[in-house]
């Protein structure tokens, strides 16, 4: 996830030199309290449904938002936004399946409890060595082939380890939820794809700003066929709203900011603490318990997408 540096000759979103790295620790703290932002954005977004607040709306809202954001980080560094036709047009493609993945998950949060839904579309990963294989790529490593039936294992368990845990809760729709959080987990590894293999050279702040304008102007134009854009009903739904919003901005800019900045720290291990936070927060705030089963099987998840992060690449 670190920015890869830009060849020479090739001026897309070329940036100052960034400064030394700090202490491990403190990249490690730093990516934990985004981590627990991103999962908490989804928590909130689960309060704005249940207050009336339609899935389009919040995918607009908070990506135009990440976007004016990425924009001003942008003219800040003082990055160039000329980027060539190949460029744009994967770009392009990139920000529409991250639409899709926006949408999908969002959708899956609004139908199940928020830390099941974050398990199946943390498998990402696993998406991702699977797409770059079919593609051309390496063949997925002894690590990767052992992690996927572990996550499988954790899946079943978490999905199915406590049947009827939610039932009495209104809204929840395990099937279609995990059905779409899947969708968002497999559109999530082709955008990584795309970004690692055609759009290397352009600065992550640059890449992220095209991604999210692209998510915006995509969720406009869904809006009418996806229920449109429906405000909250009341003030919790717009505090929560209004939640969402500042979490995911807060957290995808300072993703941005601080990971050019980490060194070796492995980024992408600590990252996997946000579907523990949406657990924890999930539990606190929507009082969304889960069995014991059910927390076996999220630690085999996550245990099995640490494994495949901190493999050698």
Same mark, same amino acid.
């Given at each position: 996830?670190?920015?890869? @540096?830009?060849?020479?000759?090739?001026d897309?979103?070329?940036?100052?030199?960034?400064? =030394?790295? !700090? !202490? !491990?620790?403190?990249?490690?703290?730093?990516?934990?309290?985004?981590?627990?932002?991103?999962?908490?954005?989804?928590?909130?977004g689960?309060?704005?449904f249940?207050? $009336?607040?339609?899935v389009?709306?919040?995918?607009?809202?908070?990506?135009?938002?990440?976007?004016?954001?990425?924009?001003?980080?942008?003219?800040?560094?003082?990055?160039?936004?000329?980027?060539?036709?190949?460029?744009?047009?994967?770009?392009?493609?990139?920000?529409?399946?991250?639409?899709?993945?926006?949408?999908?998950?969002?959708?899956?949060?609004?139908?199940?409890?928020?830390?099941?839904?974050?398990?199946? /579309?943390?498998? /990402? !990963?696993?998406?991702?060595?699977?797409?770059?294989?079919?593609t051309?790529? @390496?063949?997925?490593?002894?690590?990767?082939?052992?992690?996927?039936?572990?996550?499988?294992? $954790?899946?079943?368990?978490?999905?199915?380890?406590?049947? $009827?845990? /939610?039932?009495?809760?209104?809204g929840q729709?395990?099937?279609?939820g995990?059905?779409?959080?899947?969708?968002?987990?497999?559109?999530?590894g082709s955008?990584?794809?795309?970004?690692?293999?055609? *759009?290397?050279?352009?600065?992550?702040?640059?890449?992220?700003?095209? *991604?999210?304008?692209?998510?915006?102007?995509?969720?406009? =134009?869904?809006?009418?066929?996806?229920?449109?854009?429906?405000p909250?009903?009341?003030?919790?739904?717009?505090?929560?709203?209004?939640?969402?919003?500042?979490?995911?901005?807060?957290?995808?800019s300072? *993703? /941005?900011v601080?990971?050019p900045?980490?060194?070796?720290?492995?980024? =992408?291990a600590?990252?996997n603490? @946000?579907?523990?936070?949406?657990?924890?927060? =999930?539990?606190?705030?929507?009082?969304?318990?889960?069995?014991w089963?059910?927390?076996v099987?999220?630690?085999?998840?996550?245990?099995a997408?640490?494994?495949?992060?901190?493999?050698?690449?």
């Amino acid at each position: 996830m670190l920015r890869p @540096e830009t060849p020479a000759g090739i001026d897309i979103g070329q940036a100052r030199p960034d400064p =030394a790295p !700090p !202490p !491990p620790l403190v990249g490690v703290i730093a990516l934990l309290l985004i981590a627990t932002a991103m999962g908490s954005n989804h928590v909130a977004g689960r309060m704005a449904f249940d207050h $009336g607040t339609s899935v389009p709306l919040a995918v607009v809202t908070r990506a135009g938002v990440t976007a004016v954001l990425m924009a001003l980080l942008v003219r800040q560094a003082g990055l160039s936004l000329a980027l060539p036709r190949v460029t744009l047009t994967g770009a392009a493609a990139a920000g529409l399946l991250m639409s899709l993945q926006s949408l999908c998950l969002t959708s899956a949060v609004a139908r199940m409890p928020v830390a099941l839904a974050l398990l199946v /579309f943390n498998t /990402f !990963p696993i998406m991702l060595a699977l797409l770059s294989w079919l593609t051309g790529g @390496e063949r997925p490593s002894r690590r990767a082939l052992t992690a996927m039936p572990l996550a499988l294992a $954790g899946l079943s368990l978490a999905l199915g380890g406590r049947p $009827g845990a /939610f039932a009495g809760q209104p809204g929840q729709d395990l099937i279609t939820g995990s059905l779409l959080a899947l969708c968002a987990s497999v559109c999530f590894g082709s955008v990584l794809l795309i970004t690692t293999r055609w *759009l290397p050279a352009v600065d992550g702040r640059v890449r992220t700003l095209v *991604l999210t304008g692209v998510v915006a102007l995509v969720g406009l =134009a869904a809006a009418p066929f996806a229920g449109g854009l429906v405000p909250p009903r009341d003030a919790t739904g717009w505090y929560a709203l209004a939640a969402l919003t500042a979490l995911y901005a807060a957290g995808l800019s300072s *993703l /941005f900011v601080v990971l050019p900045r980490l060194g070796a720290v492995n980024n =992408a291990a600590v990252m996997n603490f @946000e579907p523990i936070a949406a657990l924890i927060g =999930a539990w606190l705030v929507l009082d969304q318990a889960m069995g014991w089963l059910q927390l076996v099987g999220a630690a085999l998840v996550i245990l099995a997408i640490v494994r495949l992060s901190t493999g050698r690449r």
